[in-house]
Nanobody, 115 residues
């Protein structure tokens, strides 16, 4: 059982940067793929970025070259560095930990991109 808590959301201007953090209460190791998702137009959660236990990242096309996902297994943390933010990046961002058939979710942190 893993509990995830996101932080770092807030208001930022277009073109600005923000770093999201997610702390896991349980041990996060190579058995877990970690990721960030956000609420889509139809209220479904859409993938933003994932990172495997071995450190291989995967990004949605819409955020490639702008966002960077990273993890620190020793600290049970996963991060999302968001640069060159756009209005359409506005969403609630959720932290995810996936292990086999189990998926754990945080409650989300709101990112608002507005001028």
């Amino acid at each position: 059982q893993v509990q995830l808590v996101e932080s770092g959301g807030g208001l930022v201007q277009p073109g600005g940067s923000l770093r999201l953090s997610c702390a896991a209460s349980g041990t996060v190791n190579g058995m877990y793929t970690l990721g960030w998702y956000r609420q889509g137009p139809t209220n479904q959660r859409e993938l933003v970025a994932t990172i495997t236990g071995s450190g291989s990242p995967n990004y949605a096309d819409s955020v490639k070259d702008r966002f960077t996902i990273s993890r620190d297994n020793a600290k049970n943390m996963v991060y999302l560095q968001m640069n060159s933010l756009k209005l359409e990046d506005t969403s609630v961002y959720y932290c995810n930990a996936q292990r086999a058939a189990r998926a754990y979710w945080g409650k989300g942190t709101l990112v608002t991109v507005s001028s």
